[in-house]
């Protein structure tokens, strides 16, 4: 027998005639046969329908379908019958709905085999799914709103949403027509919406699990901004609505993980569309604390996938992203902390390209020169670093007012810290470098008092100034790391260890109580503290003059347990000492 392609498949008549079709064409045979006319067709659907037992009741109707013969009949439909016969008939929903009832009793067969010999034996409904595809190519593109308005009515029908993986794989079968998605997302979610309207919550939570299935496993382009926007307002109000805790609340879990299993496969213009849509609802709303933390973080979720730059769409990027960044600030320096808090950190998802550099900056820690750091410096930034000069002087005073209102709690500092240590990570240049340090001098002089007349002050007080220090120190290596200068290592090496010595409650790490020894200084000292001309003489010396710079570390090899080689030097203190 001659080997058939993978992409055909074969299909025998009753009366024996043989004929090859492609599954990805328009239902059209390749082969000459004889065409059906309007009446034979009209013929054979009543024929169908009646095959199908498609007017008996769903729960008495499987042990009643003559499953060859209604094949044998729909095969012969779709493969002999004009497309414009096919799409002018008043029966044309019948032959979908036939179709629908044939694939409905082919995948419940294939659930319901549990041993793995039934699973090998040849279905009886095996052409099922090849013909129901064949049945819908031959209505779209024409038709396609028609279709998928037929294949949710026979679900409702039928009673199929409580019946998950039916559904599923039926609106599956339809996307694997190569038709457009758009319009199958947009009708579910009005589905969804109209389920809402007559309190249905057991329906929308179905319709919302079927929906989570089907958007993973296509890229939806070209989408609607009301369907993105409706779903978008069902899960705004589903946490706003939460200190009620009704049932729609219940439901909000589904909203966001549809939202979020969409984000990934948006194209680049529907994503920045869909960002701006949210930052609004996010910042400008009013709403509880723990409602703003739970819907910002659908926010974040979308930023990690988004860049202020793109290649692929250079101008729209370079239109919206100053606008998202003026937007962002402007809530950084808002007097709501939980706002300001949560701006900060979407700014810092939006910066960072997800190389895992953030996993450095959880918390303030000095970063030493011969140290190797897993730590990916960007080297094509030209557009931010455009986007930071335009932005600067904004940044500068957001995050002044940030700091000096909103960080009193040591987590809220570790933001800040996050999203200076980004901006040196991913725009390494020598103005973000002076920026950054002109930033860090102005706030060590706004904490300098605490540090001058301690003993006076409350004991709160004393342990914010000192975390606010040791930040500083923390970003001040850093940037000695990154750009390697020989004087400025000098003397950012010189504070630290003189705070080492005489006052190490001003280097990091952060902690929530500070104790102090007897020799340990709690007044203003210079030696402990960033002076102004030493570290604009240490900027000029890196930059303009192009001090030679300091050799990068190697990554240092580790032996594992499994290394033979350790077996030369297997003693406990070699092992503690890393030899």
């Known amino acids: 027998m001659q080997r058939i392609p993978v992409f055909f498949f074969r299909l025998r008549f009753t009366d024996n005639t043989t004929t090859t079709m492609n599954s990805g064409t328009d239902g059209r045979t390749i082969s000459h046969v004889s065409r059906l006319t309007t009446a034979k067709t009209r013929l054979l659907v009543d024929q169908l329908k009646t095959s199908c037992g498609i007017f008996l009741d769903p729960t008495i109707r499987s042990p009643n379908i003559q499953e060859t013969r209604a094949l044998q009949i729909l095969r012969k439909i779709v493969t002999r019958s004009h497309r414009h016969i096919i799409q002018y008939i008043p029966d044309r929903d019948a032959i979908l709905e036939c179709s629908l009832i044939l694939v409905q009793n082919y995948v419940a067969h294939l659930r319901l085999r549990s041993s793995p010999l039934k699973r090998c034996q040849r279905e009886p409904f095996a052409n099922a799914k090849v013909l129901f595809q064949a049945a819908i190519d031959l209505l779209i593109p024409e038709l396609l709103d028609e279709v998928i308005d037929t294949i949710l009515k026979f679900l409702q029908t039928e009673n199929l949403w409580h019946v998950e993986f039916i559904c599923v794989e039926i609106l599956l079968f339809v996307l694997e027509c190569r038709s457009p998605s758009g319009p199958l997302l947009s009708k579910l979610i009005d589905r969804a919406e109209r389920f809402l309207q007559l309190s249905d919550l057991g329906q929308v939570r179905h319709v919302l699990s079927v929906l989570q299935n089907v958007i993973v496993s296509q890229r939806w382009d070209l989408i ?51 960002f701006i849509m949210m930052l609004p609802l996010a910042f400008d709303t009013d709403m509880s604390d723990e409602a703003r933390i739970e819907f910002g973080s659908t926010i974040e979720h979308a930023a990690s996938y988004m860049t202020l730059y793109d290649p692929r769409n250079q101008l729209l990027v370079s239109e919206v992203s100053s606008f998202i960044v003026e937007y962002l600030l402007q809530c950084i320096e808002s007097e709501d902390s939980t ?200 900027l000029w010396k890196c930059f303009r003059i192009s001090e030679e710079k300091i050799p990068k570390p190697v990554r240092m090899r580790t032996r594992s347990y499994g290394d033979p080689r350790r077996r030369l030097n297997d003693g406990t203190l070699n092992v503690f000492a890393g030899m």
Request: aromatic share 12%.
């Open 224 to 274: 609607e901004y009301s369907d993105l926007s409706k779903l978008l307002r069902f899960y705004h109000t589903s946490v706003m609505i939460g200190t009620s805790r009704n049932q729609i609340y219940e439901l909000r879990r589904g909203f966001e993980k549809c939202l979020k299993d969409l984000v990934p496969l948006l194209s680049v213009a529907d994503l920045y569309g869909f």
């Open 339 to 538: 706002r300001s808090i949560l701006a900060c950190k979407v700014l810092t998802k939006l910066f960072d390209r997800g190389l895992h550099n953030a996993d450095h900056f959880q918390s303030p820690s000095i970063f030493h020169m011969d140290t190797y750091y897993d730590i990916v410096l960007a080297t094509e930034f030209t557009p931010l670093l455009q986007l930071l000069m335009e932005q600067r002087v904004h940044l500068e005073q957001a995050l002044l007012h940030a700091i000096e209102r909103h960080s009193q709690r040591k987590m809220n500092l570790e933001v800040f810290y996050q999203l200076l240590c980004t901006l040196l990570v991913e725009v390494p240049s020598g103005f973000t470098a002076t920026a950054i340090c002109c930033l860090l001098l102005k706030v060590q002089k706004m904490f300098l008092y605490h540090s001058i007349d301690s003993k006076q002050q409350m004991l709160d007080d004393s342990q914010h100034s000192n975390r606010i220090h040791g930040t500083i120190m923390a970003v001040m290596t850093l940037i000695n790391w990154i750009h390697r200068a020989g004087s400025m290592n000098a003397y950012i090496t010189r504070v630290l260890h003189n705070r080492f010595d005489h006052a190490p409650s001003l280097n990091p790490p952060m902690r929530e109580q500070y104790r102090y020894a007897a020799h340990h200084i709690s007044w203003y000292d210079s030696r402990l503290f960033f002076d102004t001309l030493e570290i604009r003489y240490s």
